[in-house]
């Protein structure tokens, strides 16, 4: 079992910065593939980023690309999300998944485990 813990989420003004983190514990995160995805009341959980087992790979989705950089420490067994210039549209829980098989991949249903979520709130 793997258990996720995200963190880094809080309260910014349009135009700023965050960096969510995903810590792992249970299992080292090595040889999965991780996403962010986010989702806001009453909708479907949306894709934000993903990143492979290595690490040579990433993805993300149009609504963050060139705001957002997905990446991760395996020695700290931690994933992070580095997210820029903030909109208040961005105001979401943010959730960070681990995928058994290693690719990364932008459908939710392809992974197995979620941490509990994170509130970014961006101030306009």
């Known amino acids: 079992q793997v258990q996720l813990v995200e963190s880094g989420g809080g309260l910014v003004q349009a135009g700023g910065s965050l960096r969510l983190s995903c810590a792992a514990s249970?299992?080292?995160?090595?040889?999965?593939?991780m996403g962010w995805f986010r989702q806001a009341p009453g909708k479907e959980r949306e894709f934000v980023a993903a990143?492979?087992?290595?690490?040579?790979?990433?993805y993300y989705a149009d609504s963050v690309k060139g705001r957002s950089t997905i990446s991760r420490d395996d020695a700290k067994n931690t994933v992070y999300l580095q997210m820029s210039n903030l909109k208040p549209e961005d105001t979401v829980v943010y959730y960070c998944?681990?995928?058994?098989?290693?690719w990364g991949s932008g459908n939710p249903d392809k992974y197995g485990y979620w941490g509990q979520g994170t509130q970014v709130t961006v101030s306009s």
């Open positions: 998944a681990a995928e058994v098989l290693g």
């Open positions: 249970g299992r080292t995160l090595s040889r999965y593939g």
């Open positions: 990143i492979s087992w290595n690490g040579d790979n990433t």
